[in-house]
């Protein structure tokens, strides 16, 4: 049997392969301690698990419209309208199952071989591969701690060429937990205006937020952002609903909308029907009290997890502003992370992720998405570990 040669430019997801790595592990009976998955470990609020309970005893079974039904539409645009300001339209929204399903509905339908998408790195795992399934060139922005792993304006506009097509930011970003102010998206607008670059905006953990900051939705700044926005978002990481595969875009260009309608009518065709009936008790603000109470402890544990790793020799850690990850310096110890994290779990029974799978040497993701207990004795063993180096 003959592969098709368009999956040889896929690499495997290096987050799901330790995640599994470490589940097999652990299902060996070994004492292993995995914070490379980016999942809650809440879990779904009560008042979700009731709308989904009803939805299929009031018959919510059957197929719905490919692009999503009307009552989920019309949540997304009314959290949009209260959160951000944003007014959409009913044909400005498409909903496919998870925000990477979104992505590749959008780059597929957009890129064509040779176009350029300005990525910066760090970047979660997925975009540049989705780009190249899509014979598109990733173009990396390099970021480092002195900027909190955030481009600057200059660096945006060195990296633009003719065959620039689109810019995909992540705010906050997985796997830094960088958060670009308003200040900051306004200056990346500035550099844009008067060229056709769309802005691909993953906006899934702006209810992660730390220290009182308030997220600045990127479509939100300018109109000129706003009508070359493409909002990426979902329900996964803010209402703990990883396994119920729900993302949502929102776009002005109704054009775009009605080609992924196309698209996903010819694969997928509509999201769960008792998900999409979920979602909008997700959407609508009955959820905002549980959402807030795990905010609250994700960042107890981000405060727990920056202190003791900035009190390990050899490392360091800047302070994510957003989502649950710590982005940890190791530079001092070692140039190669992917040799770091497999001693790390060999010898200590911890998974992090390397840095170099999210585009950046020197560097490893941890994920505070788990208790208290088990971070700090993590973060014990990863101690052990690098001052015995």
Excluded at 227 to 233: E, G
Excluded at 365 to 387: H, N, Q, V, W
Aim: aromatic fraction near 8%; charged fraction near 25%; glycine fraction near 6%.
């Amino acid at each position: 049997m003959k592969i098709a040669n368009r999956m040889e430019k896929l690499s495997t997801s290096v987050t799901m392969a330790i995640t599994a790595m470490a589940r097999d592990l652990k299902a060996q009976g070994k004492d292993i301690l995995s914070f490379s998955a980016g999942e809650p470990d809440f879990d779904t609020p009560q008042v979700i698990k009731d709308a989904a309970i009803q939805a299929i005893q009031d018959g919510h079974t059957k197929y719905t419209a490919v692009e999503g039904t009307i009552e989920t539409k019309k949540a997304i645009i009314g959290k949009l309208k209260k959160d951000h300001g944003l007014e959409y339209q009913m044909d400005d929204i498409i909903v496919s199952n998870g925000a990477k399903h979104s992505l590749f509905n959008l780059f597929q339908c957009l890129i064509e071989k040779g176009d350029e998408v300005i990525i910066p790195a760090p970047y979660w795992v997925t975009y540049p591969e989705q780009v190249k399934f899509s014979d598109g060139t990733p173009v990396f922005i390099e970021t480092d701690d002195s900027t909190n792993f955030k481009i600057t304006a200059e660096q945006l506009k060195a990296a633009i060429t003719p065959k620039t097509r689109i810019l995909l930011l992540n705010t906050p970003s997985n796997p830094t937990g960088g958060v670009y102010t308003k200040e900051e998206l306004l200056a990346l607008g500035e550099v844009l205006k008067g060229t056709d670059i769309l802005v691909f905006s993953d906006e899934m953990y702006e209810k992660i937020m730390y220290d009182n900051l308030k997220f600045t939705s990127v479509a939100s700044v300018s109109d000129d952002m706003f009508q070359r926005t493409v909002t990426i978002n979902g329900i996964s990481k803010a209402v703990a609903m990883t396994g119920w595969r729900y993302g949502y875009l929102a776009t002005p260009n109704k054009e775009l909308v009605k080609t992924m309608i196309k698209l996903q009518g010819q694969v997928t065709s509509n999201v769960n029907s008792v998900t999409l009936q979920a979602a909008v008790t997700a959407l609508d603000g009955s959820a905002d009290a549980d959402i807030e109470m795990m905010r609250k402890e994700f960042e107890k544990r981000r405060d727990i997890v920056v202190e003791e790793f900035n009190a390990i020799k050899g490392l360091s850690c800047v302070v994510p502003h957003g989502a649950f990850y710590a982005f940890v310096n190791i530079k001092e110890l070692t140039p190669d992370s992917i040799q770091f994290a497999a001693d790390l779990l060999e010898k200590e029974g911890v998974a992090i992720v390397p840095g170099l799978a999210f585009g950046t040497e020197g560097y490893f993701r941890f994920s505070f998405a788990t208790d208290e207990a088990t971070i700090r004795e993590g973060i014990s063993r990863i101690k052990r570990f690098a001052e015995g180096n």
